[in-house]
C-alpha cells in the first residue's frame, strides 16, 4: 500500500512518507547506488533538513533506508555531496575500511558553512567530524559542496555556491578537511539573482575522443518556464579554475520545464567506455515545491538522466548538451502498441478498439514538421468532451517549438503559478522531429530529438484520466511501450 497513493509516482524515486527536495551525495560504491536526499523527518513541509537514504543497485529499483544525517542542535543539514575515500586521505578510514565522506552545508540561523561527515559501514551509519566546519565565511548564504576528485593533479576539488551573489567558489584540499580558495566563477549573464547546487562535471563529446566541463547550476528564480530552473556552461577546467568557452548571452537551459531544479551527477561512477556523467533532480519548483497535492509523502525525483555532449558547427563551433534516460530503465519497458501510417483518425481509432489506456508508459513519436501542429494528449479524462484532464505535447513548426500544456492537466488549482504552457526550441532534423516521452502518475517528460532538449513537468490528473489521443497532422509513427513500477 505504500506505493499505491493517488500521483504515487510508480518509475521515479519518492520517499515513503515526508518532504523531499534535491538530491544530495549521489556516488557508487562497491555494488551500490547511493541518492541521499535533503528529507524532513518530521512533516510535508520543508524543514528540519536532514539526509534522507535510498540505495539500488541498477539505478532503478530504489530501497528507502533509514535516514543518513541528522539535523542536531538547531545545524540542519543542508545539500552537499559524497565522495569515496579510497586512498584513506582524510585518515577517517580504520582497519582498511574506505571511508565514505559527505561534504554538506551546515545551516544555522544566520550562518551557513562546510560541514563532513564519514561512513565505515557503506554509508549505513555516519559519524559527524569533530573539527566542524571545514569552511566557514561567517556567511548567512554559503551552501550546497560538491566535491570531486581530480585525477591529473592528484587533489580534491570543491565548487560551492554564494547564492545570492550568484557566485561559484572553487577550493582545493589534499585530504578534505583542509581547504584552499583557488578561484571564483560568476556570470553576469545569468537571469536568476540566485545560484543554488552547482556541480562541475567531465562530459564526453560525441563522435570525438575530446572531453569538455560542463557547470550546472540551479536558478532559484528567472527560470525558462517560471520559477526555479537551471542552465549550463561548457568549458575547460584545470584543477583549479573553470573557463566559461559558452558564448555570452547564450543562456543554455538544462530543462525547459517548471520542474527540473538542483539536480547533480554521481561520484565514482565505475568507468563505462566513454558513457556520460549521470544526473538526478528533484522534479519541483520553489513556487510551489510546498503546496503540490500529494499525501503522505511530498516530491519525487527524475529519471536519471546520462549527459553528454554535441560538437555543433553552426553559427560557430560550440557544445551543447545532450541528456536521455539511463539505458538502465529498458528492462522496465514492454512493447504494448506500434503504429506507422499518417491517418490519425485511423490511428486514434485503433487506439480505442485495442482499449489502449495510459497510466504508466513511454511514447516514442516520429514526425514531419508540416504547417498545421502535431501533438498528443495524454492523462485524458475519458467521458468529458473537451473539457476534462488533459495534458497536451505537441509540435508547433511555425515557432519550431515543443511544448507541453499543462493548464488542464488535473488538479492545477492548489497554487496559481502551476497551471500553464511551456515551450522548448527545437528545430527538425531532414525534416523530422522524434519525441521521447516518459508519463507517470504525476509527471511528464519529453526529450526532443535525442535529448537535444528537455521538458519536465508536473501533473496531477484525476487517477482515472488514462486516454491518449493524438491530433493534427504529420505524425509518422508510434511505438507505446509500457513502464513497469519499480516499487514491489
Ligand atoms: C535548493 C536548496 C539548497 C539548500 C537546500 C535546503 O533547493 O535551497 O540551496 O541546500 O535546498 O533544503
Redesign the pocket.
Request: net charge neutral; aromatic share 12%.
Given at each position: 500500500t505504500t506505493y499505491k497513493q493517488p500521483y504515487r509516482p510508480q518509475y521515479h524515486f519518492s520517499a515513503r512518507a515526508n518532504w523531499i527536495?534535491?538530491p544530495n551525495g549521489l556516488v557508487y560504491y562497491d555494488g551500490e547506488y547511493h541518492l541521499f536526499y535533503?528529507y524532513n523527518p518530521f512533516g510535508i513541509h520543508?524543514g528540519h533538513?536532514t539526509w534522507g537514504h535510498a540505495i539500488s543497485r541498477d539505478l532503478v529499483h530504489w530501497q528507502e533506508l533509514p535516514p543518513a544525517i541528522a539535523e542536531e542542535n538547531s545545524t540542519?543539514i543542508?545539500?552537499?555531496s559524497c565522495v569515496v575515500d579510497k586512498a584513506n586521505t582524510s585518515g577517517f578510514g580504520q582497519d582498511g575500511r574506505v571511508p565514505m565522506v559527505a561534504i554538506y552545508?551546515g545551516?544555522q540561523p544566520g550562518n551557513q558553512s562546510q560541514h563532513l561527515a564519514y561512513s565505515l559501514d557503506k554509508g549505513r551509519s555516519w559519524i559527524k567530524y569533530t573539527g566542524n566546519p571545514v569552511i566557514d565565511l561567517k556567511q548567512k548564504d554559503f551552501?550546497?559542496p560538491k566535491v570531486f576528485w581530480y585525477e591529473p593533479a592528484k587533489h580534491w576539488v570543491m565548487i560551492v555556491?554564494l547564492?545570492t551573489d550568484k557566485k561559484a567558489l572553487f577550493y582545493k584540499s589534499s585530504n578534505l578537511k583542509d581547504w584552499t580558495k583557488a578561484s571564483e566563477f560568476t556570470a553576469p549573464d545569468s537571469p536568476a539573482t540566485i545560484w543554488?547546487?552547482p556541480d562541475l562535471v567531465e562530459v564526453p563529446v560525441d563522435g570525438t575522443m575530446e572531453r569538455k566541463w560542463v557547470l550546472l547550476l540551479?536558478m532559484?528564480n528567472n527560470g525558462p518556464a517560471g520559477g526555479?530552473g537551471m542552465q549550463y556552461y561548457v568549458g575547460r577546467f584545470n584543477g583549479s579554475a573553470f573557463v566559461n568557452e559558452s558564448k555570452p548571452g547564450e543562456v543554455r537551459f538544462v530543462d525547459w520545464g517548471k520542474d527540473y531544479?538542483?539536480a547533480v551527477t554521481f561520484n565514482n561512477l565505475p568507468r563505462r567506455g566513454n558513457r556520460g556523467a549521470i544526473s538526478i533532480s528533484?522534479m519541483n519548483n520553489?513556487q510551489y515545491a510546498n503546496d503540490i497535492p500529494t499525501s503522505p509523502f511530498r516530491g519525487a525525483m527524475s529519471l536519471p538522466r546520462e549527459l553528454r555532449l554535441a560538437k555543433v558547427p553552426t553559427p560557430a563551433t560550440h557544445y551543447e548538451l545532450r541528456q536521455l534516460p539511463i539505458q538502465e530503465l529498458k528492462p522496465l519497458l514492454s512493447t504494448s502498441f506500434q503504429w506507422t501510417g499518417t491517418d490519425v483518425a485511423q490511428l486514434n481509432e485503433s487506439i480505442l478498439n485495442n482499449g489502449l489506456l495510459g497510466d504508466t508508459y513511454c511514447l516514442q513519436l516520429e514526425l514531419e514538421a508540416t504547417k498545421t501542429g502535431v501533438g498528443v494528449r495524454v492523462k485524458k479524462e475519458e467521458a468529458s468532451k473537451g473539457k476534462g484532464d488533459e495534458t497536451v505535447i505537441g509540435y508547433d513548426p511555425s515557432r519550431q517549438q515543443v511544448y507541453v500544456d499543462r493548464s488542464r492537466s488535473g488538479n492545477v488549482s492548489f497554487k496559481k503559478e502551476f497551471p500553464g504552457r511551456f515551450t522548448a526550441p527545437l528545430k527538425p532534423q531532414n525534416g523530422r522531429i522524434s519525441l521521447q516521452i516518459w508519463v507517470d502518475r504525476s509527471s511528464v517528460e519529453v526529450f526532443g530529438n535525442d535529448g537535444e532538449v528537455t521538458l519536465t513537468n508536473q501533473i496531477f490528473p484525476k487517477p482515472t484520466s488514462k486516454g491518449i489521443e493524438f491530433f493534427g497532422e504529420g505524425l509518422r509513427s508510434v511505438l507505446i511501450r509500457s513502464v513497469e513500477p519499480i516499487w514491489k
Amino acid at each position: 500500500t505504500t506505493y499505491k497513493q493517488p500521483y504515487r509516482p510508480q518509475y521515479h524515486f519518492s520517499a515513503r512518507a515526508n518532504w523531499i527536495n534535491d538530491p544530495n551525495g549521489l556516488v557508487y560504491y562497491d555494488g551500490e547506488y547511493h541518492l541521499f536526499y535533503q528529507y524532513n523527518p518530521f512533516g510535508i513541509h520543508w524543514g528540519h533538513m536532514t539526509w534522507g537514504h535510498a540505495i539500488s543497485r541498477d539505478l532503478v529499483h530504489w530501497q528507502e533506508l533509514p535516514p543518513a544525517i541528522a539535523e542536531e542542535n538547531s545545524t540542519m543539514i543542508f545539500s552537499g555531496s559524497c565522495v569515496v575515500d579510497k586512498a584513506n586521505t582524510s585518515g577517517f578510514g580504520q582497519d582498511g575500511r574506505v571511508p565514505m565522506v559527505a561534504i554538506y552545508t551546515g545551516a544555522q540561523p544566520g550562518n551557513q558553512s562546510q560541514h563532513l561527515a564519514y561512513s565505515l559501514d557503506k554509508g549505513r551509519s555516519w559519524i559527524k567530524y569533530t573539527g566542524n566546519p571545514v569552511i566557514d565565511l561567517k556567511q548567512k548564504d554559503f551552501r550546497d559542496p560538491k566535491v570531486f576528485w581530480y585525477e591529473p593533479a592528484k587533489h580534491w576539488v570543491m565548487i560551492v555556491s554564494l547564492p545570492t551573489d550568484k557566485k561559484a567558489l572553487f577550493y582545493k584540499s589534499s585530504n578534505l578537511k583542509d581547504w584552499t580558495k583557488a578561484s571564483e566563477f560568476t556570470a553576469p549573464d545569468s537571469p536568476a539573482t540566485i545560484w543554488e547546487c552547482p556541480d562541475l562535471v567531465e562530459v564526453p563529446v560525441d563522435g570525438t575522443m575530446e572531453r569538455k566541463w560542463v557547470l550546472l547550476l540551479s536558478m532559484g528564480n528567472n527560470g525558462p518556464a517560471g520559477g526555479s530552473g537551471m542552465q549550463y556552461y561548457v568549458g575547460r577546467f584545470n584543477g583549479s579554475a573553470f573557463v566559461n568557452e559558452s558564448k555570452p548571452g547564450e543562456v543554455r537551459f538544462v530543462d525547459w520545464g517548471k520542474d527540473y531544479y538542483a539536480a547533480v551527477t554521481f561520484n565514482n561512477l565505475p568507468r563505462r567506455g566513454n558513457r556520460g556523467a549521470i544526473s538526478i533532480s528533484w522534479m519541483n519548483n520553489l513556487q510551489y515545491a510546498n503546496d503540490i497535492p500529494t499525501s503522505p509523502f511530498r516530491g519525487a525525483m527524475s529519471l536519471p538522466r546520462e549527459l553528454r555532449l554535441a560538437k555543433v558547427p553552426t553559427p560557430a563551433t560550440h557544445y551543447e548538451l545532450r541528456q536521455l534516460p539511463i539505458q538502465e530503465l529498458k528492462p522496465l519497458l514492454s512493447t504494448s502498441f506500434q503504429w506507422t501510417g499518417t491517418d490519425v483518425a485511423q490511428l486514434n481509432e485503433s487506439i480505442l478498439n485495442n482499449g489502449l489506456l495510459g497510466d504508466t508508459y513511454c511514447l516514442q513519436l516520429e514526425l514531419e514538421a508540416t504547417k498545421t501542429g502535431v501533438g498528443v494528449r495524454v492523462k485524458k479524462e475519458e467521458a468529458s468532451k473537451g473539457k476534462g484532464d488533459e495534458t497536451v505535447i505537441g509540435y508547433d513548426p511555425s515557432r519550431q517549438q515543443v511544448y507541453v500544456d499543462r493548464s488542464r492537466s488535473g488538479n492545477v488549482s492548489f497554487k496559481k503559478e502551476f497551471p500553464g504552457r511551456f515551450t522548448a526550441p527545437l528545430k527538425p532534423q531532414n525534416g523530422r522531429i522524434s519525441l521521447q516521452i516518459w508519463v507517470d502518475r504525476s509527471s511528464v517528460e519529453v526529450f526532443g530529438n535525442d535529448g537535444e532538449v528537455t521538458l519536465t513537468n508536473q501533473i496531477f490528473p484525476k487517477p482515472t484520466s488514462k486516454g491518449i489521443e493524438f491530433f493534427g497532422e504529420g505524425l509518422r509513427s508510434v511505438l507505446i511501450r509500457s513502464v513497469e513500477p519499480i516499487w514491489k
